[in-house]
């Protein structure tokens, strides 16, 4: 059974940078597929940035603004972590972020493909 943990959330102003963090246990890390959601209230739960398994590929969201390094997705294999870092941070923003894991991702942006979760960090973002 796969656990994930997140931490990192917190109280922000805009403009400000987080890191969140994932912790995984239970399977072999490198085999799953990870990635981050957000949920705001009253909001579906949506896309933020995914990793496959191994690291080979990246997706965004396109709010992630990748290009200009506003949120950027990495994971350490040797320590079965995942991580988000943000950056510019906007009231947008707000949210609770989750991680999630996924053995066979057909389609990585869509939550549906995701087997496990964690239970979320909050990410407060003022203005």
């Known amino acids: 059974q796969v656990q994930l943990v997140e931490s990192g959330g917190g109280l922000v102003q805009a403009g400000d940078s987080l890191r969140l963090g994932c912790e995984f246990s239970g399977r072999s890390f490198i085999s799953y597929t990870m990635a981050w959601f957000r949920q705001a209230p009253g909001k579906e739960r949506e896309f933020v940035a995914a990793?496959?398994?191994?690291?080979?590929?990246?997706?965004?969201?396109s709010y992630a603004d990748s290009g200009k390094g506003r949120f950027t997705i990495f994971r350490d294999n040797a320590k079965n972590t995942m991580s988000l870092q943000m950056n510019n941070l906007k009231p947008d923003d707000t949210a609770v972020y989750l991680c999630a894991a996924a053995s066979n991702a057909r389609r990585v942006t869509e939550r549906s493909s995701y087997e496990y979760w964690g239970q979320g960090t909050q990410v407060t973002v003022s203005s």
């Open positions: 990793l496959t398994w191994g690291g080979g590929s990246v997706y965004y969201a």
